[in-house]
């Protein structure tokens, strides 16, 4: 099925994509990069045992307007039965003034006026087969939610609770990113459309409600650099081939696999080609991550620490 298929048959998995929110579309950018598997592949069914599927996403589809937007209002008024709903974007808190809108996405045929992220999070997540969170934005507030923003921004866990689940059962997935890694977000979406047909096993999540597989490991774990750490060979300058950890790199408590994964077709990844992990990936980033280009010897750290010391200490900061 093409985006913006038109579909309405019963075995027609769609998925509505709310890019509504507070965010930059970085991640609906980013998944048009992906190659393991593409998503071209997953929309029109060129791997084995997918369900049919019809993708209403605004970056790609040729339905627009009024035609795009139905899909929206079908399904809140449930007549579109099962879908998956991707949230792009953090949420803000439309409560916290006194007039106005922070959001919207799409107009209410009765009142002409824009429909809310929140809302749509109102009206669709009760009734969707499971939500997926992509994007650090969505996942946990992320840009949006650093301190003093007056929009009260948050991510999707945030507004509809951490141990909220789908009417099949599904705990809210987290794909988070700024931007979002491609093939992570295209193998979670994967991993959905296929629990659609077996529910079991369950999609496993770690506690901040990433898969797994994707976040058990460190960047440092993963990083091309890593090597030169054990060496006591720093880097001090960003022309410099060596660890990065002086110039400010979290990758020691950082769960992320990009240096591993690559960015496209397995090349990148943001220490491998030079650039300091800020933790984007994780919860509370950027404030608990900041200032980024903090020099490691303001925190006393001139002389050489083993690994599982510097990650002691960071992870003090960040919990």
Known sequence: MTAGSTSTGGDVLHILWLNGGLGCDGDSVALTAATQPSIEEIVLGGLPGLPQVAMHWPMLSYDNGPDLMQWWHRAA?????????????????????????????????????????????????????????????????????MAGNPTGAMGVPDYLGWQWKSKAGIPIVCVPGC???????????????????????????????????????????????????????????????????????????????????????????????????????????????????????AAGRETRLSGSVVRVLRSLRTT
């Open 77 to 145: 008024r449930g007549e579109l039965d099962p879908f998956v709903l991707v949230v792009e974007g953090s949420v803000a808190d439309e409560s916290n003034k006194a007039e106005g809108y922070w959001t919207g996405f799409g107009a209410d045929p009765a009142t002409g006026q824009p429909i809310t992220a929140s809302e749509w999070l109102d009206r669709l997540a009760p009734k969707a087969f499971a939500v997926l969170a992509v994007g650090t934005c969505a996942a946990y507030g992320g840009i949006h939610a």
């Open 179 to 297: 931007p979002i890694q491609p093939d992570n977000l295209s193998e979670t979406l994967l991993h959905l459309l296929y629990q659609y047909g077996s529910p079991q096993p369950a999609l496993p999540l770690d506690e901040a409600l990433r898969p797994k597989w994707l976040f058990e490991s460190t960047v440092h774990e993963g990083c091309d650099r890593a090597g030169y750490y054990e060496q006591d060979e720093y880097a001090v300058d960003h022309g410099s081939t060596k660890c990065l950890v002086k110039l400010g790199c979290w990758g020691q408590v950082v769960k992320c696999n990009v240096p591993r994964r690559g960015w496209i077709n397995g090349v990148g990844g943001c220490p491998n080609v030079g650039g300091i992990c800020i933790g984007c990936t994780m919860p509370g980033f950027p404030d608990k991550f900041m200032p980024f280009m903090e020099p490691q010897s």
